[in-house]
């Protein structure tokens, strides 16, 4: 990502995301407990990609996980 792009990382200390579940864990209805939807990850992927940026998750199980999100910045026109 180049540099007319925001970086955001959202880190927590949690048990983390299991390897066989991180390719999956933005797939809508996917539900790691018995509350929930399953499509809060889902509508967050949706609502970054529509604003043209990408989102990635990073985790070791039993240590939390790394979500990072590109946003693109865009220059606000002068009036």
């Known amino acids: ?8 990382t959202v880190t927590d200390s949690g048990k983390g995301i ?22 809060g990850l ?3 992927q949706n609502i970054i990609e529509q604003h043209g ?7 070791i199980e039993g240590k939390g996980a ?7 910045v865009i220059a606000r026109q002068q009036d």
Do not use: C, H, N
């Open 1 to 8: 990502m180049g540099p007319d792009r925001v970086i955001i």
């Open 18 to 39: 299991a390897p066989d579940q991180l390719e999956a864990i933005f797939t809508p209805y996917l539900r790691r407990k018995l509350t929930g939807t399953g499509l």
């Open 42 to 44: 889902a509508v967050v």
């Open 53 to 59: 940026g990408a989102i990635k998750v990073k985790s």
């Open 66 to 72: 790394v979500f990072t999100i590109w946003l693109p």
